[in-house]
């Protein structure tokens, strides 16, 4: 039975989920200079600003997200993964649409990310675009990259939201 909860990025086996996510990271591009690299580090998630979650199979941690805020109506997602064993069953996209029921609820017009612009990150752009992700400019003080690919989604819609409240009335 799946658990999405909020997790401490101290505990043992979410530090290891983070710690195999950066190692994955390195794996895929080696040849990024550091200042390319965004990866939050556990420190990095225990900022106030980010809150991480981590995605349960019983007893087992299959997953992990953290959407750090950078704006009162923006956030952004951050140390996205699916343990090794556990790919292609869709919890990557239970994950995503967990977080941006999330940002709605904070009331976030805005969801971004920055991905790997390396052939490695192909995956994670394209999964992105699928769910209706589409490519930004870089922001939140990100500059721009050759090997960064800034990505963002409108969680809620200004016209939609102005239609909503015109119908509460």
């Known amino acids: 039975m799946l658990r999405f909860q909020q997790e401490d990025p101290s505990a043992p086996a979410m530090a290891e989920m983070i710690r195999a996510h950066r190692r994955g990271l390195k794996k895929l591009a080696p040849t990024s200079p550091p200042e390319s690299r965004h990866a939050l580090t556990l420190d990095g998630l225990k900022a106030p600003e980010v809150t991480l ?6 007893n087992e941690l299959v997953g992990c997200v953290a959407l ?16 090794t064993g556990h790919l292609r069953r ?3 996209s239970f994950m ?6 999330e940002a709605c609820q904070r009331g976030y017009r805005r969801l971004s990310l920055e991905t790997g612009s390396q052939p490695g ?6 999964f992105y675009a699928r769910h209706g992700f589409t490519s930004c400019a870089p922001f939140a ?15 809620i819609d ?12």
């Open 158 to 169: 200004d016209e939609l939201d102005v239609d909503l409240k015109e119908a509460s009335q």
């Open 53 to 58: 979650w981590g995605l349960w199979d019983d």
């Open 141 to 155: 003080g990100y500059v721009e990259d050759p090997n960064s690919v800034y990505m963002t989604l409108a969680v």
């Open 68 to 83: 750090k805020e950078i704006g009162h109506d923006h956030g952004e997602i951050k140390s996205m993964r699916t343990a």
């Open 121 to 126: 990150f192909a995956p994670a752009r394209q």
């Open 90 to 92: 869709g919890l990557a």
């Open 96 to 101: 995503l649409d967990k977080v941006i029921e």
